[in-house]
């Protein structure tokens, strides 16, 4: 699903969408239905009149979703998440803490995925319910991974 950004000085009448990240996959940016290509972090785009302007993405890192900045002017496809949800997400990277490298992974695993959750469309309940349930999976499976290279590196 791609989302709009409206409001852009000198792209009126055109279609400006930002198209989320998949998996293996980056955020793309799409202009006219032409997804427009980077270049060190930089998109070239032209306006309306035919001056070109430079944009780029600007993320969090926790937020799944990033900003467009055109001319030093931030524009939104979405709702940024409030800092509560941004808090809620991040927690299980707390997993680093007591589990080193593996526990970082699993916690930035599950911290994406609750990021992800949280751009759902669906009750706030069920969505920290559901992002409860992912950091606890996340904790879960770093205590099952941990046994196993335990097991493997004492060789029984």
């Given at each position: 699903?791609?989302?709009?950004?409206?409001?852009?000085?000198?792209?009126?009448?055109?279609?400006?969408?930002?198209?989320?990240?998949?998996?293996?996959?980056?955020?793309?940016?799409?202009?006219?239905?032409?997804?427009?290509?980077?270049?060190?972090?930089?998109?070239?785009?032209?306006?309306?009149?035919?001056?070109?302007?430079?944009?780029?993405?600007?993320?969090?890192?926790?937020?799944?979703?990033?900003?467009?900045?055109?001319?030093?002017?931030?524009?939104?496809?979405?709702?940024?998440?409030?800092?509560?949800?941004?808090?809620?997400s991040a927690l299980p990277i707390l997993?680093?803490?007591?589990?080193?490298?593996?526990?970082?992974?699993?916690?930035?695993?599950?911290?994406?995925?609750?990021?992800?959750?949280?751009?759902?469309?669906?009750?706030?309940?069920?969505?920290?319910?559901?992002?409860?349930?992912?950091?606890?999976?996340?904790?879960?499976?770093?205590?099952i991974l941990s046994i196993l290279f335990?097991?493997?590196?004492?060789?029984?």
């Open positions: 699903m791609d989302y709009p950004i409206d409001g852009i000085p000198g792209f009126e009448g055109r279609k400006v969408l930002l198209r989320p990240a998949g998996f293996f996959s980056g955020v793309k940016l799409v202009v006219d239905d032409s997804v427009v290509t980077s270049r060190l972090g930089k998109f070239t785009l032209q306006r309306n009149d035919g001056t070109v302007v430079e944009a780029r993405l600007r993320s969090n890192y926790i937020d799944t979703f990033p900003q467009l900045i055109v001319d030093k002017t931030v524009y939104s496809a979405v709702k940024p998440l409030a800092w509560y949800e941004l808090v809620w997993i680093l803490f007591i589990g080193g490298a593996l526990g970082a992974v699993c916690g930035l695993v599950a911290a994406y995925f609750n990021s992800r959750v949280f751009r759902m469309n669906m009750q706030s309940i069920y969505k920290y319910l559901l992002t409860g349930l992912i950091s606890v999976g996340a904790f879960v499976v770093y205590f335990y097991t493997l590196i004492r060789g029984q």
